[in-house]
């Protein structure tokens, strides 16, 4: 109790509850004569994760609890947990069992030895390690998404791709603000905003599968992914959620074109009918996408949630909409028959309007 806390192991979970006493006793054999402590970072899992750990950090000191209400996000969940420990090292490890604990004290070793190294990689890509019992489609997958974070990182890190990882703890706080805390891949995220390179080795392992739980990947987490990389990228010229908001606005404009087009060209309805009945489809459109990837970490869930927020959604946009659908009527008369001209102008005005009132009414940030 009297010695100084060697390390803390960042866990994020969601819906691990079965895995929670698992990975403790684990962490208790891996580390015995360590001083550490294990942080869990839960987004309010409704099986009740939170609460097991609660459970084991009744007569476990060694064992924290947080609780995220209303945020979700790997990376976000990582660095609340890094920011919340006073060791001086903190490792990150997955709630599933799938990253072999028993390196820790490896990892660890490494970092007390040379004071120049600044992270340790837990890493199934170099001589030693695996990844365990995966079938082709993932180690294709998996060597694709390498591919894309070695283009943007600093450094030939052979596994870019890990999420199980030690690192001296004034480097993620001294990051922390510049981080972009977008997808689920911290590590990558931490290497591309340090200014100067951080000094690193990689510890091989192998990576287990899945014994209890689902798993969280999906093609919403791979679409995340991606956004990751270009914020890393691009980033600094065009910040990504405006990116992303634009680009669905592009999907809905397109969207709306073709609803027009039926309407309007196909079944003789007129303009200005076709133009109110394009609009409300493709705001409704770009409501349900934007919730699903722009604002994933603050996703509205549940009937009521989705409801409520899509009547916010168009109300906050109803400035945007009117001056959308009147000045496209203005201009189509005015030009006489040039429709497609006259639509678009009028869904451009208002776009800029709805993205400023949607990110804070809606989703509650700007």
Same mark, same amino acid.
Request: include cysteine; glycine fraction near 8%; proline fraction near 3%.
């Given at each position: 109790?009297?010695?100084?806390?060697?390390?803390?192991?960042?866990?994020?979970?969601?819906?691990?509850?079965?895995?929670?006493?698992?990975?403790?006793?684990?962490?208790?054999?891996?580390?015995?004569?360590?001083?550490?402590?294990?942080?869990?970072? !839960?987004?309010? =899992?409704?099986?009740?994760?939170?609460?097991? /750990?609660? @459970?084991?950090?009744? %007569?476990? $000191?060694?064992?924290?609890?947080?609780?995220?209400?209303?945020?979700?996000?790997?990376?976000?969940?990582?660095?609340?947990?890094?920011?919340?420990?006073?060791?001086?090292?903190?490792?990150?490890?997955?709630?599933?069992?799938?990253?072999?604990?028993?390196?820790?004290?490896k990892m660890l070793d490494a970092l007390d030895q040379d004071e120049t190294l600044d992270l340790v990689v837990g890493s199934r890509f170099v001589a030693g390690?695996?990844?365990?019992?995966w079938d082709h489609d993932r180690v294709a997958k998996s060597a694709f998404a390498t591919r894309l974070a070695r283009g943007v990182l600093k450094a030939d890190?052979? !596994?870019?791709? =890990?999420?199980?990882?030690?690192?001296?703890? /004034?480097? @993620?706080?001294?990051? %922390?603000? $510049?981080?972009?805390?977008?997808?689920?891949?911290?590590?990558?995220?931490?290497?591309?905003?340090?200014?100067?390179?951080?000094?690193?080795?990689?510890?091989?392992?192998?990576?287990?599968?899945?014994?209890?739980?689902?798993?969280?990947?999906?093609?919403?987490?791979?679409?995340?992914?991606?956004?990751?990389?270009?914020?890393?990228?691009?980033?600094?010229?065009?910040?990504v959620r405006f990116a992303m908001f634009s680009a669905i606005g592009l999907l809905g404009l397109g969207l709306h074109m073709a609803v027009l087009t039926v309407?309007?060209?196909?079944?003789?309805?007129?303009?200005?009918?076709?133009?109110?009945?394009?609009?409300?489809?493709?705001?409704?459109?770009?409501?349900?996408?934007?919730?699903?990837?722009?604002?994933?970490?603050?996703?509205?869930?549940?009937?009521?949630?989705?409801?409520?927020?899509?009547?916010?959604?168009?109300?906050?946009?109803?400035?945007?909409?009117?001056?959308?659908?009147?000045?496209?009527?203005?201009?189509?008369?005015?030009?006489?028959?040039?429709?497609?001209?006259?639509?678009?102008?009028?869904?451009?005005?208002?776009?800029?309007?709805?993205?400023?009132?949607?990110?804070?009414?809606?989703?509650?940030?700007?």
């Amino acid at each position: 109790m009297n010695r100084p806390l060697e390390l803390a192991i960042v866990i994020p979970t969601f819906n691990e509850v079965r895995n929670v006493p698992v990975l403790v006793a684990k962490l208790d054999a891996a580390l015995a004569g360590r001083n550490w402590e294990a942080i869990f970072v !839960d987004d309010d =899992s409704p099986d009740g994760t939170a609460d097991a /750990a609660r @459970v084991i950090a009744r %007569t476990d $000191h060694r064992v924290r609890v947080v609780q995220r209400i209303g945020r979700r996000g790997l990376s976000t969940a990582c660095i609340e947990g890094m920011c919340a420990t006073a060791a001086p090292c903190v490792a990150v490890i997955d709630g599933d069992l799938q990253h072999d604990e028993t390196i820790l004290p490896k990892m660890l070793d490494a970092l007390d030895q040379d004071e120049t190294l600044d992270l340790v990689v837990g890493s199934r890509f170099v001589a030693g390690g695996g990844t365990g019992d995966w079938d082709h489609d993932r180690v294709a997958k998996s060597a694709f998404a390498t591919r894309l974070a070695r283009g943007v990182l600093k450094a030939d890190l052979n !596994d870019p791709m =890990s999420g199980f990882f030690m690192i001296r703890t /004034a480097i @993620v706080r001294r990051l %922390t603000h $510049h981080l972009s805390a977008i997808g689920f891949k911290i590590l990558l995220d931490i290497m591309t905003t340090s200014p100067e390179p951080l000094k690193f080795v990689e510890i091989p392992y192998t990576f287990r599968l899945r014994t209890e739980g689902e798993s969280k990947l999906d093609h919403v987490v791979a679409m995340e992914y991606l956004i990751a990389l270009y914020d890393r990228m691009f980033g600094h010229v065009v910040p990504v959620r405006f990116a992303m908001f634009s680009a669905i606005g592009l999907l809905g404009l397109g969207l709306h074109m073709a609803v027009l087009t039926v309407l309007f060209k196909g079944f003789g309805v007129a303009f200005l009918t076709g133009q109110i009945v394009a609009t409300a489809v493709a705001l409704t459109f770009n409501f349900f996408l934007n919730n699903a990837l722009t604002y994933r970490e603050l996703r509205l869930k549940g009937a009521r949630a989705l409801f409520g927020g899509w009547v916010s959604f168009a109300l906050v946009c109803s400035v945007g909409a009117i001056a959308n659908v009147g000045i496209a009527h203005f201009l189509h008369d005015v030009q006489s028959g040039e429709w497609a001209v006259s639509a678009m102008i009028g869904v451009l005005v208002g776009a800029v309007w709805n993205y400023a009132l949607s990110s804070r009414f809606v989703w509650g940030r700007y």
